[in-house]
């Protein structure tokens, strides 16, 4: 039976290999580049880890750590959970900057390129720490507490929406980040 948790796993395994995506489509801003950098991808790209995450991933992950929270036994436990609650809300802004930033550089007004890469790279470190936390604090907790009525309930809960991007049914908005998705993976084009 595939468990909310296990949702929970393959959204960081999608959100790590876009995140790897982006790292190189960002990185064509940089001075002496080879690359060009894909501004529709990165766009897309970001509005899929705006959108997707805050209107599923992270509530899932919030419904379940209310269930959890009760049955931490450590105050560094709890410590974790309260970080994990406050990073959700920094990637949340942090992603609407971001996407508010590329939008400026697609109409070509300006926008300070050092600024702009500085402000990306703290994102996605911020963002492989935040699953990083989750992945080593949160889901094992989550596995170990949790029951499986407890599943049900919050899986029931939130009626599970499909992931736009690698679901079962793709949005529209994103079939441009899908293709170019499948193509890095098929190997067209090497990503760093």
Same mark, same amino acid.
């Given at each position: 039976?595939?468990?909310? /948790?296990?949702? /929970?796993?393959?959204?960081?395994?999608?959100?790590?290999?876009?995140?790897?995506?982006?790292?190189? &489509?960002? !990185?064509?801003?940089?001075?002496? !580049?080879?690359?060009? #950098?894909?501004?529709?991808?990165?766009?897309?790209?970001?509005?899929?880890?705006?959108?997707? #995450?805050?209107? $599923?991933?992270?509530?899932? &992950?919030?419904?379940?750590?209310?269930?959890?929270? #009760?049955?931490?036994?450590?105050? +560094? +436990?709890? $410590?974790? $959970?309260?970080?994990? +609650?406050? =990073?959700?809300?920094?990637?949340?802004?942090?992603?609407?900057?971001?996407?508010?930033?590329?939008?400026? @550089?697609?109409?070509?007004?300006?926008?300070?390129?050092?600024?702009?890469?500085?402000?990306?790279?703290?994102?996605?470190?911020?963002?492989? *720490?935040?699953?990083?936390? &989750?992945? =080593?604090?949160? /889901? #094992?907790?989550?596995?170990?507490?949790?029951?499986?009525?407890?599943? @049900?309930? @919050?899986?029931?809960?939130?009626?599970?929406? !499909?992931?736009?991007?690698?679901? !079962?049914?793709?949005?529209?908005?994103? =079939?441009?980040?899908?293709?170019? @998705?499948? &193509?890095?993976?098929?190997?067209? *084009?090497?990503? /760093?």
């Amino acid at each position: 039976m595939t468990t909310v /948790i296990d949702r /929970i796993i393959k959204d960081h395994q999608h959100m790590a290999r876009l995140l790897d995506y982006l790292d190189y &489509e960002v !990185s064509g801003f940089r001075k002496g !580049s080879e690359h060009n #950098p894909d501004l529709k991808i990165i766009i897309e790209a970001l509005d899929y880890m705006h959108n997707y #995450p805050d209107a $599923f991933h992270h509530p899932l &992950e919030s419904r379940l750590m209310a269930r959890l929270r #009760p049955r931490l036994s450590t105050k +560094e +436990e709890r $410590f974790q $959970f309260d970080l994990i +609650e406050d =990073q959700h809300r920094q990637i949340t802004a942090m992603t609407h900057r971001l996407v508010e930033a590329f939008h400026t @550089v697609a109409l070509d007004q300006g926008v300070p390129t050092n600024l702009l890469l500085a402000e990306y790279t703290l994102y996605s470190e911020l963002q492989r *720490e935040h699953m990083r936390l &989750e992945n =080593q604090c949160m /889901i #094992p907790a989550m596995q170990s507490l949790l029951t499986v009525d407890d599943l @049900v309930l @919050v899986d029931n809960d939130l009626k599970q929406m !499909s992931d736009p991007l690698f679901g !079962s049914h793709l949005w529209e908005v994103y =079939q441009d980040l899908y293709r170019y @998705v499948t &193509e890095r993976e098929k190997g067209l *084009e090497p990503v /760093i």
